[in-house]
């Protein structure tokens, strides 16, 4: 069963039309379908108005929508309206609190990077990433 979104779920999704930008009859929808391995979490889900969240599911003027097309359009109208697209640049001054917060007992040895890893929910190399950013080449 698909759990209910919280309000701060969809802050963290979005409040707006990921393709349009429209904030009406706004929907959630999974970008990998939970009965593919998709997991529901917000990572994985994606803000919809409902007229785009159709034509993602079924058929405009007859004809199949790619949902491939559907998120280039999407992609191409955000950039559009100036929006800048992809992860935001990680410096050495803006490495994600979480990690800050497990650094320290990293660096103690009270914990490896595979732990630090998975209390962050980060990828070990995002962790390694980051160590290297701060100078830990260890």
Same mark, same amino acid.
């Given at each position: 069963?698909?759990?209910?979104? !919280?309000?701060?779920?969809?802050?963290?999704?979005?409040? &707006?039309?990921? *393709?349009?930008? &429209? !904030?009406?009859?706004?929907?959630?929808?999974?970008?990998?379908?939970? &009965?593919?391995?998709? &997991?529901? !979490? *917000?990572? *994985?889900?994606?803000?919809?108005?409902?007229?785009?969240?159709r034509l993602l599911h079924g058929y405009k003027d007859g004809s199949y929508i790619n949902h491939g097309e559907l998120i280039k359009s999407g992609m191409a109208n955000a950039r559009d309206k100036g929006s800048v697209l992809g992860r935001p640049k990680v410096t050495s001054e803006n490495i994600p609190s979480v990690f800050m917060k497990y650094y320290p007992k990293y660096k103690q040895g009270e914990m490896n990077v595979t732990e630090m890893s998975r209390l962050c929910d980060m990828s070990r190399t995002t962790i390694y990433k980051y160590l290297n950013m701060l100078g830990d080449n260890t």
């Open positions: 069963m698909r759990r209910v979104l !919280t309000k701060q779920d969809k802050i963290e999704i979005g409040l &707006s039309c990921c *393709n349009c930008n &429209s !904030t009406d009859d706004l929907e959630y929808h999974h970008i990998m379908p939970i &009965s593919l391995g998709g &997991s529901d !979490t *917000n990572k *994985n889900i994606a803000c919809m108005c409902g007229k785009c969240h």
